[in-house]
């Protein structure tokens, strides 16, 4: 009697993606596939091991009794994988391919579209992907080949670069202002609206922190998507944070109290280690670096 048919790589990959982010959605936004092909390799794995994997809940996808046995023996050829492309790309001299860079949502969507369009024009030979996440992928995993951080990355085996700070200021649409007034007082600024997030307490954090005693009550529109958020303050919604190279550069808005001491936030690059010899990775790592540095 024949046994379970043996599954690809590709859907051990895409299970354990939904698995660990709970939705196809999601999944497909990592993998960089699209959410139809998520659910073709689903249901293609449930098929070839016979096995039910997931459950639809209210949250989302919840992985069943099987498909949690079956989830350890998908990370660690997960692992394996990730150390077999890691050593191949790592010993690349071609810059023929592609390079795949994760990058928080406010910095995929308005600072690196000019920068990896300069980039292209200068490795035309260099295919470029565009993760944009706030979430930390793993970039053992080869989930991406550069990461930009805002914060130091400690994860073994990974080489870092820190680039740059960026300080951050207080903005809101010129039209709004036109109707609200121009604060020049804290008094005066806090009897504006306020763009805050959700559930994310981190503007509160730091209003708190400059002596602003605010609670989520006092935010009268709340998103936590931060590219957004941003869009809620260039309409005209309130008041809202946001690094000053973008801000600045923004026509729409106009940054309130430049001297309120709002501080500055670490943008690092981040790569495996075992990528340090691959020429392609290396050129658009420096690239990156020079051209964010001038920005910045």
């Known amino acids: 009697m024949n046994g379970p048919a043996q599954p690809d790589w590709t859907l051990l990959r895409s299970f354990r993606a939904v698995a660990e982010t709970g939705s196809l959605s999601a999944a497909a936004r990592r993998l960089g596939l699209s959410q139809p092909t998520l659910g073709r390799h689903v249901q293609a794995l449930e098929k070839a091991l016979g096995l039910e994997l997931f459950r639809r809940t209210r949250a989302g996808l919840e992985p069943t009794e099987d498909a949690l046995?079956?989830?350890?023996?998908?990370?660690?050829?997960?692992?394996?994988?990730?150390?077999?492309?890691?050593?191949?790309?790592?010993?690349?001299e071609s810059l023929a391919g592609t390079?795949?860079?994760?990058?928080?949502?406010?910095?995929?969507?308005?600072?690196l579209p000019p920068i990896l369009a300069r980039i292209r024009r200068r490795l035309p030979e260099v295919a470029l992907e565009l993760v944009p996440s706030d979430t930390t992928e793993?970039?053992?995993?080869?989930?991406?080949?550069i990461a930009l951080r805002m914060f130091r990355p400690r994860q073994p085996d990974v080489i870092t670069r820190h680039v740059a700070e960026i300080p951050l200021g207080l903005y809101a649409a010129r039209s709004y202002l036109d109707r609200a007034g121009r604060p020049q007082t804290r008094e005066e600024l806090l009897r504006l609206d306020f763009v805050g997030y959700?559930?994310?307490?981190?503007?509160?954090?730091?209003?708190?922190?400059?002596?602003?005693?605010v609670?989520?009550?006092?935010?009268?529109?709340?998103?936590?998507d931060q590219a957004?958020?941003?869009?809620?303050?260039r309409a005209g919604c309130g008041?809202?944070?946001?690094?000053?190279?973008?801000?600045?550069?923004?026509?729409?808005?106009?940054?309130?109290?430049?001297?309120?001491?709002l501080g500055r936030i670490p943008l690092w690059?981040?790569?495996?280690?075992?990528?340090?010899?691959?020429?392609r990775i290396r050129r658009v790592w420096d690239m990156l670096t020079e051209e964010l540095r001038a920005l910045i």
């Open 69 to 92: 046995r079956i989830l350890p023996e998908a990370e660690a050829m997960a692992r394996a994988a990730a150390r077999l492309s890691l050593a191949a790309a790592g010993r690349a």
């Open 99 to 111: 390079v795949r860079i994760t990058a928080s949502v406010i910095v995929a969507h308005f600072l």
């Open 138 to 145: 793993n970039l053992l995993l080869r989930e991406a080949d």
């Open 198 to 213: 959700d559930r994310n307490e981190t503007i509160i954090t730091e209003m708190r922190r400059l002596g602003l005693e």
């Open 215 to 224: 609670d989520r009550g006092f935010f009268p529109l709340r998103c936590d």
């Open 228 to 233: 957004a958020h941003w869009q809620l303050v």
């Open 239 to 261: 008041v809202g944070g946001m690094q000053t190279v973008i801000g600045d550069a923004d026509p729409l808005t106009e940054r309130l109290m430049p001297d309120l001491p």
């Open 269 to 279: 690059l981040a790569a495996p280690s075992a990528l340090r010899n691959s020429a």
